[in-house]
């Protein structure tokens, strides 16, 4: 398990890389299996076809299996895919059951299937197991290599079974006690075992009330649990307490990750997350967005179009335009992104819908007035016209209430209504606001038109 | 060290607040100290500041400790500073070293002063060593409560060591290896060592091409390493390769919250980790970004001025304003989020700045096209004229690609300057895209009005 500097890594790959040029089996294995996964991972992508088929038959499927663990997400798939289905299968039986069931669910089910059916039965039934998870919940990023003690073994025993567990179990830090039905009733930390006197009973050092999840409970959640009660694993339960697998602090940090990377795609209309090594595949990642709001601005558009008189008669209108709609669509995403963080930290489910709404209706408020006024006041010395500062004042005050309200408003409804609130993206709600915007703006200097000329 | 279900806690919480009430100091320890720190935290921030006083004399600073490490770091501070200070002392020194350095980071150079002279002299020595080093490297989130054993130790010897020292250190699953000058030669984790035999020499079990950070190192980056290599801890050494302290998983993954945070906070150009409780927090906390865009957009409105001949003459150019500075703004913005992600993960420094623009490029090239032609087609089967598509379709093309660019490259050069990325934030990308985008538009129209009017 070791781990190298940028600087000491260059050297070292390409030394690896002529191993495998001159097909020195010995020579790579040395070098190879001498790095940490992570490493060995990072050199294995920059490998091409030819390379990687030697590798596969260079190392064990449970060397290949540490590779594998570390490769990127989504190219892992195609490096199974690649390898022959045997060794692929006993590749896949060797990989941390959790992260076995990611890469299996990537794949299409007719491979997945052959892949079970070539694996040795014991890994291939605790796949299944998994598989049947949703994805995102606790189900789904749990290991069921665990171990677990009973109550009424002593310290001595519960090391001695511990030994024997250690090399196939993802964590040993954390042992968890159960009963002769396989209930979770305890857990104990390897910390207090290795203190605690050999001949004390399991069931007087456990701590009894413990932290555990239901299977179905959410990754975002439990990630937010691990983060308050700072574990390091946290066990699943069943509706009836039964012990089905432990979720360890390195796929949270994954999990944290990724929930990460969603909030702020979405935010930004964009998925950052996609490795964009070409310009087609950015331009693929971007249009879609650009395309739907492409088509409400022309709504946009449209609509201005209505007041196509309006603007005939008072062009300058037009001036304050880009400003109000700016501001509308800032207001939204500041109130959007504050809603969002505050439904994910679960700080507005604490809050409570009504006082939320007040509370960004106060501010939204108290935003509006103080822009609207100094805008007023400022198109007035500059323009030295009042009225049209005032209409354009007037607009600012009355769409950045809206925006503010709604920014909030739309994540909220949609979490309550469990819808997925991707489509509340960033850019979404400032064309909204936008069109929000413009209406008023419009609305009022069409009303008050007789004092703008 | 227990924890409970939502629906536990309160009337837990209100019998534990009655024993306040009522000043029964049995029945408040039994049940408070029989929580999870964290639940204990909780309830805690819910008590008034009588309750909160009855709370310091009846808790050992030493129980308080665990408290405070759990309350929210917003509030921590005036927690402190409410306590007589003796207590507050002892406390502090009972506190995890790296959380005692948070604590006192936020308050008052002279309290802090005070604090450590009062405090024990070992634990102020160690908070001071701390103190010194800058915020968010490593050194400011390590702690010095680790284990260490040498390298001549034989197993046996390293476990009763261990469980010495396991009562006050942060974590005991790394053990790390020292020589004789405290330079770091290795590591061996728990596991490892319960599963040797009792006579081998730590020197033959220790891995010793270790990952370690330098004590300045950004902590995103090693919360990247963590994520990356799977560790519970990771050591920090200084440039003589000394070992200083160790920073473990929990701390972590509160950086990455942190992390995550701020990056959200600059698309959104809001404070988004700010406990918003009051409108009037909430608006103080909106309203300065939208001020200095209120500004900005009065900029816009005044190059628009400029161009009032071109809009008296086809006031209908005014109908496609939102549109191009809408589509402008999200394009900014979407490049944006790729390069700011781009660089927290690493992602860009691999790929180089020459290969990136070359790419940035390219894709506004394609998205320009793509939007400007479409644009152009539907404008002219909307309004039959062909020019005016012309101008819009163009101006969005030419936008769209000089959006595409400027959002990924101004947070690569400042990324490049050391220059703090925040004002790239996405509401300040998405004005200055506003400004181009008018200027580029209301250009080529008078540039073309000939075949407008």
Chains 1, 2 share one sequence.
């Not at 196509?308 to 700016?326: K, N």
Request: with cysteine.
């Amino acid at each position: 398990m070791e781990k190298l500097d940028q600087d000491e890594k260059e050297p070292l790959y390409t030394e690896i890389e002529e191993a495998l040029a001159i097909e020195d089996i010995h020579r790579f294995r040395d070098e190879f299996l001498d790095m940490h996964p992570y490493d060995q991972s990072e050199l294995f992508e920059e490998l091409n076809e030819t390379e990687r088929h030697l590798v596969y038959s260079y190392l064990s499927p449970e060397e290949m299996a540490d590779v594998i663990e570390h490769i990127d997400k989504d190219r892992v798939g195609d490096v199974i895919t690649e390898m022959n289905p045997t060794y692929a299968a006993e590749v896949l039986a060797e990989v941390a059951t959790d992260d076995a069931v990611d890469i299996l669910n990537d794949l299409d089910k007719d491979k997945v299937a052959s892949y079970l059916t070539i694996m040795e039965e014991e890994a291939a039934d605790e796949i299944k197991d998994l598989l049947h998870y949703e994805e995102k919940t606790a189900g789904s990023i749990m290991t069921t290599e665990f171990v677990v003690v009973t109550t009424e073994m002593n310290v001595k025993q519960a090391m001695r079974h511990l030994r024997q567990e250690a090399p196939d179990a993802e964590t040993i830090y954390y042992i968890y006690v159960v009963d002769q039905d396989r209930k979770l009733v305890g857990v104990i930390s390897l910390r207090d075992l290795i203190i605690a006197d050999g001949a004390e009973i399991i069931e007087d050092l456990m701590s009894d009330r413990i932290v555990s999840v239901s299977v179905g409970d959410d990754q975002e959640q439990i990630a937010q649990m691990m983060r308050d009660y700072d574990f390091l694993a946290l066990p699943v339960v069943d509706f009836q307490h039964h012990l089905l697998g432990i979720i360890t602090v390195d796929d949270i940090m994954d999990v944290m990750e990724e929930e990460a990377n969603d909030d702020y795609s979405k935010l930004a209309g964009v998925d950052v997350d996609a490795a964009e090594l070409t310009s087609i595949q950015a331009a693929k990642n971007r249009l879609p967005w650009l395309i739907i709001l492409m088509f409400l601005g022309l709504f946009t558009a449209s609509i201005i179009g209505r007041f196509e008189a309006t603007l005939d008669q008072v062009a300058l209108l037009a001036i304050f335009l880009p400003l109000i709609a700016g501001m509308a669509g800032n207001t939204g995403t500041q109130a959007l992104a504050v809603a969002v963080r505050g439904i994910a930290t679960g700080e507005f489910q604490k809050q409570g819908l009504s006082k939320i709404v007040m509370r960004e209706l106060t501010t939204g408020v108290i935003i509006g007035v103080t822009c609207g006024l100094s805008i007023w006041g400022i198109i007035y010395i500059w323009q030295g016209t009042l009225f049209l500062g005032f209409v354009v004042g007037l607009s600012i005050m009355t769409t950045l209430l809206v925006a503010t309200v709604s920014g909030a408003l739309v994540p909220l409804l949609m979490h309550y209504f469990k819808v997925d609130p991707a489509v509340a993206s960033g850019p979404f709600i400032t064309t909204i606001n936008d069109i929000i915007s413009v209406v008023i703006y419009f609305g009022l200097a069409t009303m008050f038109m007789q004092f703008l000329i």
